[in-house]
């Protein structure tokens, strides 16, 4: 019987001292295995040795695939371009430091057999993160769960298993902005977690910078939800609510105590009155704007669970 493959999906961004030992250590889990196997590394415009090691292993080992980006293109769209191009029957994507444990693919590979075909990795801990990273994602997550239209599993890596049917669907989604995290949530397909404590970095540090990191919040809060174009509609209609509370104690003065002050009640109230009519409005092409993103995004309508490859591929909605 054909041995079954697997395609492992690295973003690569200046790792030259990573690399060699990334390489060694995946060699090492998978001679263990009844497996073919393939790395695409995905180096994301590095301008260190990256590339030239790359090449050298490509050289060393037909299973070294790399592919190289124009320009940084940062690590989710690194990462798509990878799932773009994996064909194995079973996909894994993971960092290139060794923060994502190669030792922990057979526990993966696992739950693949037992018939999963979305393996999500959880991080209990991160050994070198320091307190503010880790206070400021827990919150995160937490308000993201809040408002997006999916649940986003907090502590969720972009460390997982796909089985082939998981990487043919997730093909269907060509929105540019992603955070394949909530994607994938989304995605649905038969999906099982696996915690994990993240060691630290083998070499070099971290490429998120500050900018990457809130980018990515930021990706994660506006394409997993349309709550924040919204907003304006619940202020809206809460100002309105003021200013009708205000008009009633006007009256009331006016006309049944006749004891009116004079002046900032009018005022007020209609304060109140324009800025939520101008919320409301604007909470209304919110709502509006908002669908049109949505639309936008041209996601699949629906993905199958079973089917034949092809449909798989391409929903009978797309043309
Ligand atoms: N990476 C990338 N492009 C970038 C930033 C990072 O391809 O613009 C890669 C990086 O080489 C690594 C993975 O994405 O393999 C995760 O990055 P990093 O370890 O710096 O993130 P952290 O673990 O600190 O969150
Ligand atoms: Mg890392």
């Not at 430091?97 to 991160?126: C, F, N, S």
């Not at 199958?304 to 043309?319: M, N, Q, S, V, Y």
């Amino acid at each position: 019987m054909k041995k079954k493959r697997l395609s492992i999906v690295v973003p690569v961004y200046n790792e030259e001292d990573n690399l060699q030992h990334f390489y060694e250590a995946v060699r090492q889990t998978m001679a263990g295995l009844e497996l073919d196997w393939e790395i695409i590394f995905v180096d994301d415009g590095s301008r260190d040795k990256s590339r030239a090691i790359l090449a050298r292993l490509e050289r060393e080992d037909a299973r070294v695939q790399p592919m190289l980006l124009a320009r940084n293109y940062g690590h989710q769209l690194a990462l798509t371009c990878g799932l773009d191009h994996a064909d194995g029957d079973v996909v894994i994507t993971m960092d290139g430091d060794m923060q994502h444990p190669p030792e922990l693919i057979p526990a993966l590979l696992k739950y693949w057999h037992e018939g999963y075909d979305v393996v999500q990795t959880i991080r209990d801990a991160t050994r070198d993160a320091s307190w503010l990273k880790r206070t400021t994602s827990g919150g995160y997550y937490k308000f993201l769960n809040l408002i997006s239209e999916v649940p986003v599993q907090p502590g969720g890596s972009d460390f997982r298993l796909m089985d082939r049917k998981a990487v043919l669907a997730f093909r269907r989604y060509r929105e540019h902005a992603r955070f394949i995290r909530g994607l994938i949530g989304a995605m649905g397909f038969r999906q099982k977690q696996l915690h994990f404590t993240a060691p630290p970095r083998f070499a070099g540090s971290s490429k998120f910078s500050p900018r990457k990191m809130w980018r990515l919040a930021v990706d994660g809060v506006f394409t997993c939800s349309t709550f924040p174009l919204r907003l304006g509609l619940y202020f809206g209609m809460a100002s309105l609510f003021a200013s009708g509370c205000v008009f009633l104690h006007v009256l009331y003065e006016t006309f049944v105590s006749e004891d009116t002050t004079a002046g900032w009640p009018t005022i007020m109230a209609c304060l109140l009155f324009f800025g939520g009519m101008q919320l409301l409005i604007l909470g209304i092409i919110g709502e509006y704007l908002g669908r049109t993103y949505e639309e936008t995004k041209r996601r699949p309508l629906y993905l199958l669970e079973r089917g034949k490859p092809e449909d798989l591929a391409h929903g009978l909605d797309d043309t």
